[in-house]
């Protein structure tokens, strides 16, 4: 009997990441190669439940693999928190004829591809968030570029630091996860880089600085995670800056990266690690799997129940923290 053509569905949720658009080009080429049809769903569950969306063909992906963003756009969907949300997202992809669905996202829109998944709709999660911060995956689709944004951004702190002996205090993205700041903080040769994995003190830094300044060092760079500045009190980054100052003597100037590191042309790594999950992602759906999220671990592409995965506690890389804290002295 002719195998019926299935017909899937992508979208992009949560807050965007550089690599997004290579995961859906992959998915819609991998799908129309096997045959499928692939709907292109604008704006996250937002857009599922408005019935905002598209049919994708070969050329609706063309000259998208090294831009920025989501041609799909993104949104956040209250709404898809609640299970009649999740139902109503039901009745539309039964309604289309959605076999199946790519969600495009973080771990809250893994929750909702669960829920959907759970009702019968399966849906596959591809971690695309700059945050780094879905435990059983080594590097999510924006992460490698976003600290590639900030590494560019802080050399060019670096120049003026270094004109006027000032310290530079960053404050980069993350939300509770501290692997932008680690990474860039190495990349950067950050003096200092503050996460919120583990506890600190400014006195431990102020005596590190003084110590350093004994050798002859002039300028410096720390680094500060985001959700730092929301637990231990200590503050924004521009508190920090005016204690450091008062207390080691050096001009500091505090810089907020913002959303900038959210945008860019994504890097070979990401273009090639969104690529693969795209491609991984469409062959669970081909074989009718679903709640399942495609994550890189050990520098393999592999597959894990999507609870399973939400339940996994992410491990704090402590060993490259500390190699970080003795080579940037
Ligand atoms: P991210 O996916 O980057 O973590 P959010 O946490 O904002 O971003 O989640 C994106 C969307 O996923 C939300 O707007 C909502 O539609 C859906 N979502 C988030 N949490 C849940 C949940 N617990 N159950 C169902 N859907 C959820
Ligand atoms: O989750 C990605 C992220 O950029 C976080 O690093 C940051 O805290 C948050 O999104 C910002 O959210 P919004 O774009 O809604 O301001």
Redesign the pocket.
């Known amino acids: 009997m002719e195998k019926q053509q299935k017909t899937i569905g992508i979208l992009t ?3 965007d990441a550089p690599g997004m658009n290579a995961a859906v080009r992959a998915v819609v080429r991998t799908a129309l190669y096997k045959n499928m049809r692939v709907i292109g769903i604008r704006r ?3 857009g599922l439940l408005a019935r905002d969306m598209v049919e994708m063909n070969l050329r609706s992906v063309c000259d998208t693999l090294h831009r920025g963003g989501t041609i799909l756009y993104s ?7 609640e299970d009649k ?2 139902e109503r997202g039901r009745e539309v992809c039964t309604e289309i004829g959605i076999d199946g669905l790519v969600v495009i ?8 591809a ?2 959907l998944s759970l009702k019968g709709v399966p849906c596959i999660g591809i971690p ?2 700059i ?1 780094n911060d879905i435990a059983c995956c080594d590097y999510t689709v924006g992460f490698d570029t976003a600290v590639n944004t900030v590494m560019d951004m802080v050399d060019k702190l670096r120049d003026t630091s270094q004109s006027h002996d000032r310290c530079s205090i960053v404050e980069v993205m993350g939300r509770h996860c501290g692997d932008i700041a680690l990474h860039a903080g190495i990349a950067c040769g950050a003096l200092a880089i503050l996460v919120p994995e583990v506890p600190f003190s400014i006195d431990a830094i102020v005596q590190k600085m003084q110590r350093t300044l004994r050798t002859g060092k002039k300028h410096f760079i720390i680094m500060v995670a985001e959700g730092v500045t929301s637990v231990n009190g200590i503050g924004t980054v521009y508190d920090i800056a005016r204690e450091i100052q008062e207390r080691t003597g050096v001009e500091s100037r505090a810089t907020v990266l913002g959303h900038v590191q959210r945008g860019g042309a994504p890097t070979a790594r990401e273009r090639v690690l969104a690529s693969e999950m795209g491609y991984h992602a469409v062959e669970l759906l081909e074989q009718g799997i679903g709640n399942r999220v495609v994550v890189s671990h050990d520098n393999k592409i592999v597959d894990y129940d999507i609870l399973e995965a939400l339940n996994m506690k992410k491990e704090f890389n402590k060993h490259l923290y500390d190699i970080a804290d003795v080579i940037s002295i």
């Open positions: 949720s949560g807050g996250g569950y937002s949104a956040r969907c209250p709404e898809f928190r949300g999740v996202g973080g771990d809250g829109s893994f929750r909702g669960r829920d695309g968030t945050d």
